[in-house]
């Protein structure tokens, strides 16, 4: 999908009422501090936050709808982590994160464009969090490099998203740190869950969108390596250990379940089958078609096997169950559209 560059002037007035000189110098103070106070009216989204990028400042990301590209500093990656931020319309202070898949590009997250989340929630008070990169990471915690492709640091997503981004969020966009919310797709379903799972009341509500829940399971697991494989040659057992390593389990939705009790759940996914994205016009998208049916069939028999899981334990989920649709971003677009009166009545 390509984007157009446009540059934005944006002239925002304060209207400061002080009636005493303390109240002048004060605001002055911190005006001359280069923080940023978020307030609750439409001027939120009017002004670029401070960040760890060069010139300290976010930049409006070509994808518009007031979507903020910013930087921002992860010591346990030991680099800079771009963040897409739609700040929530009057300061609203609660935020939804949506993480990529497994073919996570590093230049934007695939929510932003291709999901179509910054349109969906244009108008919500909603803040929207949207991570760049972590290609096949399931957004977790690796043990170490993956040592198969010469990767050059070791992902460490866990930490970043629960303890080094809040701060950031809370100082420069006002979310909150507690009852937020966290999605993702296919990969990252599970690590939707599972990041909600162990981060509350960081988390109040989780979703996942095709996701695979039982990641530990033998079948599952030798699947999801040759995904994993196949998206940039990652060997799955310097994330969390040989196959038998309970960090498996620990990392696992279906076997978690009952950890969910409290939070707020949505499910959703697709039969697999052909549906109204899908027209090949040659062999290649003809295969593609064919692939975005096996992914999706799987996704869909994981999601069955987590509603019976979570109707055995009496945890209550919204499921959806799209009649057709396969693996990809147009059939996500639409879910999440079917998700966002769940995600407002939940937090925002």
Request: positive net charge; glycine residues 8%.
């Amino acid at each position: 999908m390509s984007a157009r560059n446009r540059s934005m002037t944006v002239n925002k007035r304060n209207k400061w009422v002080a009636s005493t000189g303390a109240t002048l110098l004060a605001i002055s103070l911190v005006a001359g501090m280069g923080v940023d106070l978020p307030t609750a009216n439409a001027d939120n989204r009017a002004s670029l936050r401070r960040d760890n990028s060069a010139n300290r400042r976010c930049e409006w990301d070509p994808v518009k709808h007031w979507v903020q590209q910013c930087e921002v500093w992860s010591n346990a990656m030991h680099r800079k982590i771009r963040v897409q931020i739609q700040p929530a319309k009057y300061g609203g202070n609660h935020a939804l994160f949506l993480l990529d898949g497994m073919r996570a590009r590093n230049d934007w997250n695939g929510w932003s464009r291709d999901g179509g989340a910054p349109r969906i929630f244009v108008n919500s008070n909603v803040t929207l969090v949207m991570p760049v990169g972590g290609e096949t990471s399931f957004y977790t915690n690796w043990k170490r490099k993956s040592s198969t492709n010469g990767q050059k640091y070791t992902y460490k997503w866990e930490t970043f998203l629960t303890k080094e981004l809040p701060g950031y969020l809370n100082r420069r966009f006002g979310v909150a740190y507690s009852g937020n919310a966290i999605g993702g797709l296919s990969m990252s379903g599970s690590a939707a869950f599972t990041l909600a799972i162990y981060h509350k009341p960081y988390f109040k509500q989780a979703l996942s969108f095709s996701g695979y829940m039982n990641v530990s399971d033998p079948i599952m697991q030798q699947a999801l390596q040759y995904a994993a494989n196949d998206a940039g040659k990652y060997n799955l057992q310097d994330m969390w250990g040989p196959y038998s390593d309970p960090t498996w389990r620990r990392n696992d939705p279906y076997v978690n379940a009952a950890k969910l009790r409290g939070l707020k759940l949505f499910m959703s996914s697709a039969t697999g089958l052909p549906g109204r994205y899908d027209n090949p016009r040659n062999g290649q998208e003809a295969f593609n078609t064919s692939v975005g049916f096996l992914l999706e069939g799987v996704a869909r028999q994981q999601h069955i096997l987590m509603k019976n899981q979570l109707e055995q334990l009496g945890i209550p989920c919204r499921h959806i169950f799209m009649a057709n649709g396969i693996h990809n971003w147009g059939y996500w677009r639409d879910q999440l559209r079917m998700a966002y009166p769940y995600v407002k009545a939940v937090i925002g």
